[in-house]
């Protein structure tokens, strides 16, 4: 149907424009419509068999309901994770001395996609500062409606002092945003992942990449390309995120399957949504109440829980915890795993990206 603009809209609100930019239009752009689902934490009163009431935590989300008095965590692990300072210590050392497969690369190129908040920039800085030894914020991490983040941006993850910088860059990006003239067009994510957008590059919608862009890569290496996307989601809005922000993925996971490239995921602010884990991060594995998030978040993707992490940034924290690195850096290696299998099937330079869709 159509707006009152003459634009073509779905009925998930999305506002789908053309998907090359032209003279006379604009690019596809994702808009976000802003109808949310209160998402915090609420306290339901229930009466017990013996007539007496109990105060009960309880996280709501649409369609799923999860109570932590009745099912705090498993006794078990569902995923296997070892939390002591030798892991993390073998987890830094594993990621410090990664280098590329291929040859003809030196770093691994990742890039962050998710909507405005979800915790890219806040991955990237609490990963800088597991390396750094303190808790840093390289990447400007805002508190806003709209992205803090406009430009490309690529931040190298240097290793401890006196080593080098380890073999990943991961790239930030404005986020999927609310507002028609704010969220970031399907061909200036596909142009930054083929290379041709040079870092630094202030995005705008009236301007799509173009040819005719100030710095514009026509011919992009294979280190120009984007290696691996990481499509980050945040745990305690999964739920409430806009219906049609899942038609978005399933768009750009099928432009970027198209191009050959691996994608995984990212589940942030697991501690919002699981007081145990909040309180002990080596509970988020145990936790039943994140296990069904988590598969709620595939299934807003469209991506197998295989695909998906969970990971505690650091936000207010002045100190680096021990557990929270082993999240993180796990995360990392799990990242790196999948930007080395697009450098298995890409070994020649300055050629094109093959047209393989990989299945998820």
Not at 116 to 144: D, H, L, P, W, Y
Not at 216 to 229: A, E, F, G, K, N
Request: glycine content about 6%.
């Amino acid at each position: 149907m159509q707006n009152e603009r003459g634009e073509i809209i779905g009925s998930s609100g999305f506002n789908f424009l053309s998907t090359l930019p032209t003279t006379n239009t604009t690019a596809a752009r994702f808009t976000i419509g802003t109808t949310l689902v209160n998402d915090a934490p609420s306290q339901i009163t229930s009466k017990s068999s013996m007539g007496r009431k109990e105060n009960r935590s309880s996280y709501r989300f649409p369609d799923m309901e999860v109570s932590s008095a009745a099912q705090p965590y498993l006794v078990s692990q569902w995923r296997d994770m070892e939390w002591t300072e030798e892991q993390r210590t073998n987890l830094m050392k594993t990621v410090s001395s990664y280098r590329p497969s291929c040859g003809e690369v030196t770093r691994a190129q990742v890039l962050l996609l998710g909507p405005v908040g979800a915790g890219k920039s806040s991955f990237i800085s609490s990963v800088q500062s597991v390396f750094n030894g303190r808790v840093t914020n390289r990447a400007m991490v805002g508190s806003f409606s709209s992205s803090f983040t406009k430009k490309l941006q690529p931040y190298n993850i240097h290793g401890q002092k006196g080593e080098d910088p380890t073999g990943v860059v991961l790239c930030d990006i404005m986020g999927l945003s609310n507002g028609e003239m704010t969220g970031l067009s399907l061909h200036d994510v596909l142009s930054v992942i083929k290379g041709h957008v040079p870092e630094g590059h202030k995005f705008s919608p009236s301007q799509p990449v173009t040819c005719e862009t100030v710095g514009y890569v026509r011919r992009p290496s294979l280190q120009d390309q984007i290696h691996c996307v990481v499509f980050v989601v945040d745990a305690s809005k999964v739920m409430s995120y806009p219906k049609g922000l899942s038609t978005t993925f399933q768009q750009l996971r099928e432009h970027i399957s198209d191009l050959g490239v691996h994608q995984v995921a990212l589940l942030t602010h697991v501690d919002k949504v699981c007081p145990d884990t909040a309180k002990d991060v080596t509970n988020v594995y145990k936790s039943n109440i994140i296990q069904e998030v988590m598969n709620k978040a595939g299934a807003l993707l469209g991506m197998s829980t295989s695909y998906i992490v969970p990971v505690k940034n650091y936000s207010s924290e002045l100190n680096l915890d021990v557990n929270t690195d082993v999240l993180l850096l796990h995360a990392v290696d799990h990242i790196l795993q999948y930007a080395d299998l697009y450098f298995q099937d890409n070994t020649t330079q300055d050629t094109e990206l093959p047209k393989v869709k990989t299945s998820y």
